[in-house]
């Protein structure tokens, strides 16, 4: 394989090369023979690609092809310009072009020359070049209308994550190659310009030639010289032309996969009327004018008996189809059930009522697939993880406002809008209240109304937060998800995390996985940081905690604690502030050392004995300290001795939601803590 490579890379430097040698060195007129039948055979070879290729970007790189041609055709017309001013032989290939193509003759072959450098400049040039800037332009602009579809099409599961990153891979590329176009379409341009250039100094140099230097008469010099030139540019034109017309054929293919010679033959014979109607028209000309009747008639004729045939095809393929379709609907009823599709549960829906469809429905002017897309890139900036797929999916079944998020094929919570109303809460402040319909924020919870367009930007000059539907919606799933991420971050998510950690840092992820710690324990370690909201974008850090760490416990909740004493900067930034008194409630030591005195640790892991009424009591205690913080407006916050933590937020866990536990190691040493409570029992 490398061999091969090596020798195309030979070949293509040659073939460069060769271009530039030809500029200085004078070459004899038989390899000169040689080069132009190669550069006649390479066009045309260039030309059938472009006519056949399914899809555009198969010949990605035309723009080089067509510079490389161009060169090595210019290169072409500097050597037989050589040979016609020194010795007047340029080589079978062009005295045949000036001669046989020319018809013998300067003026004729004069006006062939000038009709092919018209057809070039004028009709294909022109043309490609403006199809070029046009298509570049278009393309450019498309690009991240088309990005925001394959991130819809990604999160509602149309598609997987590696058909999206290959559709965006294949978006750049069309950019990049019509914005490529657009510019090489300027070297076919100007070298039909330089063809026309290099001719007229060929035909006024040999003149000059042929006087001064044979002695001939100027009219002689001009026959002479006239035809060899004109051969020399209808040598190099025509191959010339055959480049410009791929280049037209390439770029007004558009960026479409599909067999260019079929469509072509089935958009202009495809429907019989259209022959039917040319037919009849050819023969009533061939019948009411001068013009040549067997002539006409004969087309005409042709045009009545394809149009007789193709409308023959299309009712014998038309029973078919139907006769397919009904033998397709029978096979489906005979085949047995395949229930294997219907085993497979998505990790995140979101089921909603058909009164919702309009705000997930792009042409109705919805934007919630939009939002959806920014919620996992919300979430994977904030956590660090990357949020599974989101199915959006309608349910006739639902209210018509109503709409209920799963999780796992579960469902989690609901909620309720109503489509032309805005939800409107006061932040606190607010003394002067506005009618609307009583209702509650579902993802906090908090007491909310339900109001009109029109009262809008009052509740807004009042100081209510107003918000629409669709960011309800929004701001409740992000919390859901936010809630759940710890269950949803499965082993092949953290190994994907390991192989991408591990393509800057071998070393770490090699010392670590499986070393001393297993991919399920490290999914362990992980999901509890992500439980309690702590992000694990800074994986780098997180194993070099655990490679130092496990060596001497293998104990996964022992580990998290580590794990968040060395993320303190992080965890103290996100509750407390620095160089200011922050509000927490501690734990009495007599509790913490009851606790610490409960714990039996076993093979599988420490877990608590305390008695339940025990728990129940210190757990009332706690709810009490919560309360009078929450009445005075502050997050309650709970900070306790490093080796309780774990354990007391684990009993904290089933009688309070989301409660936050922080120890003292994990608090930076600018932090001026003020206690305002404590948990007793």
């Not at 149309?158 to 914005?179: H, M, N, V």
């Not at 109503?418 to 609307?436: L, Q, S």
């Not at 877990?607 to 997050?635: F, S």
Request: net charge negative; aromatic share 8%; glycine share 8%.
């Amino acid at each position: 394989m490398d061999f091969a490579v090596k020798k195309t890379d030979v070949g293509i430097a040659v073939y460069l090369l060769a271009a530039i040698v030809f500029f200085i060195v004078p070459i004899p007129s038989f390899l000169l023979d040689a080069m132009l039948a190669l550069n006649i055979s390479f066009a045309l070879i260039v030309l059938m690609n472009c006519l056949f290729v399914q899809e555009v970007l198969d010949m990605g790189n035309f723009p080089t092809i067509l510079l490389f041609t161009t060169i090595f055709r210019i290169s072409l017309n500097v050597s037989s310009t050589r040979l016609i001013l020194s010795t007047g032989n340029p080589g079978n290939v062009v005295t045949t072009f000036g001669q046989f193509v020319g018809g013998g003759d300067i003026i004729i072959g004069a006006i062939v020359f000038i009709i092919l450098i018209i057809i070039q400049f004028v009709v294909i040039n022109k043309g490609s070049e403006r199809v070029a800037e046009v298509t570049a332009r278009f393309t450019l602009d498309a690009m991240p209308g088309k990005q925001m579809a394959i991130d819809a099409d990604l999160n509602t599961g149309a598609i997987t994550d590696q058909e999206a990153s290959a559709q965006r891979q294949k978006l750049q590329d069309e950019s990049s190659f019509f914005g490529s176009m657009d510019g090489a379409t300027k070297y076919v341009k100007g070298d039909a310009t330089a063809g026309l250039i290099i001719t007229f100094v060929n035909l006024l140099g040999g003149t000059i030639m042929g006087v001064t230097r044979q002695g001939m008469s100027v009219v002689d010099a001009i026959n002479q010289y006239g035809l060899l030139t004109i051969g020399d540019g209808l040598s190099s034109q025509i191959p010339s032309l055959a480049i410009s017309l791929a280049t037209g054929i390439l770029i007004t293919k558009g960026a479409k996969s599909a067999d260019f010679s079929g469509t072509l033959v089935k958009q202009l014979f495809g429907l019989p009327k259209v022959m039917f109607i040319v037919g009849f028209v050819m023969v009533f000309l061939a019948f009411s004018t001068p013009l040549s009747t067997p002539l006409f008639v004969a087309f005409g004729g042709i045009m009545l008996l394809v149009g007789y045939n193709m409308q023959k095809t299309l009712g014998v393929e038309s029973i078919e189809a139907e006769v397919q379709e009904e033998e397709e609907a029978a096979e489906e009823i005979r085949r047995p059930e395949n229930v294997v599709s219907l085993l497979s549960v998505d990790p995140i829906e979101l089921e909603f009522g058909y009164g919702i469809i309009p705000l997930a429905d792009v042409n109705q002017g919805g934007d919630l697939l939009d939002r959806v897309v920014m919620i996992r890139r919300q979430i994977a900036l904030e956590l660090g993880t990357v949020v599974p797929i989101i199915r959006l999916r309608d349910n006739i079944q639902l209210n018509p406002n109503q709409y209920i998020i799963k999780i796992k094929g579960i469902q989690v919570t609901e909620g309720e809008i109503m489509f032309d109303h805005y939800m409107a809460m006061n932040p606190g402040y607010v003394e002067e209240e506005i009618t609307g319909i009583e209702t509650f924020e579902p993802s906090f919870h908090l007491p909310a109304l339900w109001i009109s367009e029109s009262q809008r930007e009052r509740a807004e000059s009042l100081g209510y937060t107003v918000v629409d539907p669709p960011s309800i919606i929004a701001t409740h799933l992000t919390e859901v998800i936010r809630s759940h991420i710890s269950e949803l971050l499965t082993r092949q998510d953290v190994q994907n995390l390991v192989d991408n950690l591990k393509e800057t840092n071998p070393v770490l992820v090699d010392e670590l996985i499986p070393s001393l710690l297993g991919l399920g324990e490290v999914q362990k370690i992980l999901q509890n940081l992500l439980k309690e909201g702590i992000s694990i974008r800074d994986l780098l850090s997180i194993f070099e905690i655990l490679a130092d760490r496990a060596s001497a416990t293998r104990d996964t909740d022992v580990l998290t604690e580590y794990v968040r004493q060395g993320l303190k900067r992080a965890i103290s930034g996100r509750y407390f502030a620095p160089n200011e008194e922050n509000y927490v409630i501690t734990v009495d030591p007599k509790v913490e050392q009851e606790i610490m005195s409960s714990i039996k640790q076993t093979e599988q892991g420490a877990y608590l004995t305390l008695d339940p009424q025990r728990v129940r009591a210190i757990m009332d205690n706690c709810g009490e300290q919560m309360k009078k913080m929450e009445d005075q407006g502050r997050t309650p916050i709970i900070v306790c001795s490093p080796i309780v933590r774990m354990y007391f937020k684990k009993l904290a866990d089933d009688y309070f939601d989301d409660l936050i536990v922080v120890s003292y190691n994990e608090v930076e040493s600018n932090v001026e803590l003020k206690s305002v409570g404590m948990v007793t029992a």
